[in-house]
């Protein structure tokens, strides 16, 4: 841990909460796919939706990964990643039991909204 905080010193701590936030939205929607919709079936494991968790993760993933490069384009990854973050939670909380999805994915739309905005 302390090897990655001195990685990320560089990054102001709005940015460093941010991609923590990514990070572990994007381990929660990979776990909530693998571990609660694959076992759940019918709806939760309809094409759209596990497209959609998968875009999900992915976008987490990238957006966070820009943050670390300290590129100026994190803003458009984290522009996008926000609004698949928001459409993720709002279809996880329709399905139904996948609170702890959709608060990830509505806490790292929120910070990317903000990195977004510069």
């Keep these: 841990m302390s090897n990655r905080r001195s990685a990320m010193s560089h990054l102001s701590a ?3 909460a941010c991609i923590d936030n990514c990070l572990s939205c994007y381990a929660t929607c990979l776990g909530s796919l ?3 919709c694959l076992e759940m079936g019918g709806r939760h494991t309809a094409p759209d939706h596990v497209r959609l968790m998968l875009a999900c993760a992915e976008m987490c993933r990238t957006a966070a990964h820009f943050m670390l490069l300290g590129t100026r384009h994190h803003q458009h990854t984290c522009a996008e990643c926000a609004e698949i973050c928001t459409e993720c939670a709002a279809e ?3 399905l139904g039991g996948m609170e ?3 608060t990830a994915c509505r806490r790292c739309a929120e910070s990317c909204t903000a990195m977004a905005k510069g």
Aim: one cysteine or more; proline letters at 0%.
């Design 100 to 102: 702890e999805c959709v």
């Design 92 to 94: 996880c909380e329709a």
């Design 34 to 36: 693998s571990g609660h």
């Design 14 to 16: 709005e940015m460093r």
